[in-house]
């Protein structure tokens, strides 16, 4: 029986997550020392599928250009589509370039437009995630599918639940995420009275680039932070 198709005994699994956790170790380690020498700055989400032709892979450009020369460096998940167009309007734009790569088995490849020296690989999505949300003074979120939902809900839970700092959590045009917002609204905290309506608070909806800027200036004024350590 091939190795890979065989059952592994229960001492045998047991074995293999031991040792898998000095590679998580590893992860940590690498992205802590590497993410901590780069500066503040903002994590772009959005959909791996998006082409360079879209609206909005065009308006992430603009999105990753405008913080770059506000003072924030931009990370992105590393591959194609949106993370691709944020990684390039922040290299355009003279800025610090971040890519958090994550091997999967479709979809993801490095980008073209990440600096050199700031492009780190992750096996595993829960460290990775922990770079995004440690080094970010802010989220600006691109249409999406299923892991953009991940971050941004992972994002709102954390600063819901204090495990995190508050920072403004941004999520880019209208036609998208409105209806989400809506059932968020009516269901979720009209109907059900699951969450608290201060828990929106720090979640901004808009259609420009323009818009994002003036929303992390003024967050990051009013909290006294600069983008600059």
């Known amino acids: 029986m091939n190795k890979e198709t065989r059952h592994k005994g229960w001492n045998e699994i047991k074995t293999n997550d031991s040792w898998a956790i000095f590679k998580i170790m590893g992860e940590f380690v690498n992205g802590f020392e590497s993410m901590s020498k780069i500066g503040p700055c903002v994590s772009i989400f959005g959909s791996a599928r998006t082409k360079p032709n879209d609206k909005y892979y065009k308006l992430t450009e603009k999105v990753a250009r405008t913080i770059v020369e506000a003072g924030y460096g931009v990370i992105t998940g590393g591959g194609p589509g949106i993370m691709e167009a944020g990684n390039k309007g922040a290299h355009l734009g003279g800025g610090t370039s971040v890519g958090l790569n994550i091997d999967l088995p479709f979809e993801q490849h490095d980008n073209p437009y990440i600096d050199s020296d700031k492009s780190l690989d992750f096996d595993y999505f829960f460290v990775r ?3 995004f949300v ?3 003074q802010g989220f600006v979120v691109m249409p999406g599918g299923f892991g953009t939902l991940d971050e941004l809900f992972e994002a709102i839970t954390l600063i819901q639940t204090h495990k995190i700092g ?3 959590i941004i ?6 995420w409105e209806g989400l917002l809506d059932w968020i609204k009516n269901t979720l905290l009209d109907t059900f009275s699951n969450i608290s309506a201060e828990d929106l608070d720090l979640i901004h909806l808009v259609d420009t680039e323009d818009e994002v800027i003036d929303i992390l200036e003024s ?3 009013k909290s006294g932070l600069s983008p600059n350590f």
């Open 129 to 131: 995630k922990v770079m």
């Open 134 to 136: 440690k080094y970010s």
């Open 166 to 168: 508050k920072f403004p």
């Open 171 to 176: 999520l880019v045009g209208t036609d998208f």
């Open 219 to 221: 967050f990051h004024e």
